[in-house]
C-alpha cells in the first residue's frame, strides 16, 4: 500500500521538482494531492504522465493525508502546518521557518539520519537551506575523518533560489541590457544581470545577512555544535545551481589525496578534479543533476590542518526537493509498510 501526500507549493519552482522527484524515484503514492495559494487554484501541475489540478491551501482539509512536502514560504508555513499535523499528517518543511525549533529536526539524510527520530515530537522535519545542504554533504566524510574546527565558505547563488520572480527578472534585465533600455530592480535590491549582489535575506544587526546567519546555525544544528562558521552569501546572474568555495581548518591533519578518497566513497557526491578531463564543474554543468560535486580539491598551507574546495549543486534538487523527498523516503523505511 502507498501514502496518501500532499505537495504545498505546487505551483512554484521547488513545487514542480517535488513532484518530478517523486514520480522518477517511484516514492509509493496511493494518492497525491496539489495546493497552493487561491490565485493558483484550478491550474494544472504535471506528476508523471498525469495533470493535477492545484487546490486552495487555505480550504484544504488534511485528514487522512500521510505526507505533506512543504515548500511555500515561511509565514505561510507558519500558518498551515500546524493544522495539518493536528489533522494527522507529518510535515516536511522546506522553509526557514521551523529549522532552529529545538524539537524540529534538521536532516540532510546522507549526514545526520539518526536525527529523524526526532520528528514525533511535533510531527515536523525541517530541510536545511539550499547551500547548507550541499556543503555538508561534501563536509561530513572529512568531519568523521579529521574533526572540523572552523569553516570559512563564500557561496554564490543563483536566482532560482529566489523564485520564478527572479528568474524572469535575471531575463528581462538581461534582455534590457541588449536592447539599451535600463534595468529596472524588483526582486533584488540591485541589478542583477550582468553583476553580483553581496547580500541575500535581510542584514541583521551584527551586519550579517539571514542566509550566512542560516548556514552557521545550520551546520551547527546538524552537524557539529562546535563548528565555528564563517559565511559570505552573494547572489549572481545564474538561473540554476548554487556554488559555494570552502576553506576548512581540522583538528587532526588530512592530506588532499585523502580528503578526495574520503569524499568519493560517500554517497551523494561526485569529485570531478584535475585529474578527470573537465578539471572542475560549473553550476551549467550540474544542472537536473542528483548529486553534489566537488573539484578543486587541495591544502590550505596557510594553517596546520587545511583544506580548499569548490562545490556545486543544483539548488532546486538536492538543494531542496530531492533532499525532501529523500527525508520523506527515510520516513517511510522508518515507518514501514502500510498494512
Sequence with gaps: MGYKIAVVGATGNVGHEILNILHEREFPVDEIVALASARSVGREVSFGDKNLKVQDLANFDFSGIDIVLSSPGAKVSAEFVPRATKA???????????RMDPDVPLIVPEVNPEAMAQHTKKNIIANPNCSTIPMLVALKPLHDEAKIKRVVVST?????????????????????????ATPAPGVYPKQIAFNVIPQIDDFMDDHMTKEEWKMVVETKKILDSSIKVCANCVRVPVFIGHSSMVNVEFENEITATRAK???????????????????????HEIQGEDDVYVSRIREDITVENGLNFWCVSDNLRKGAALNAVQIAELLVAGKGSKG
Design 156 to 180: 554564490y547563488q543563483s536566482v532560482s533560489g529566489s523564485g520564478k520572480a527572479a528568474m524572469d527578472e535575471l531575463f528581462n534585465q538581461t534582455k534590457g541590457v541588449y536592447m539599451n
Design 88 to 98: 494527522g499528517a507529518v510535515v516536511i518543511d522546506n522553509t526557514s521557518h521551523f
Design 261 to 283: 578518497e574520503l569524499i568519493r566513497e560517500f554517497d551523494g557526491v561526485t569529485v570531478i578534479d584535475l585529474d578527470n578531463e573537465l578539471e572542475y564543474v560549473t553550476p
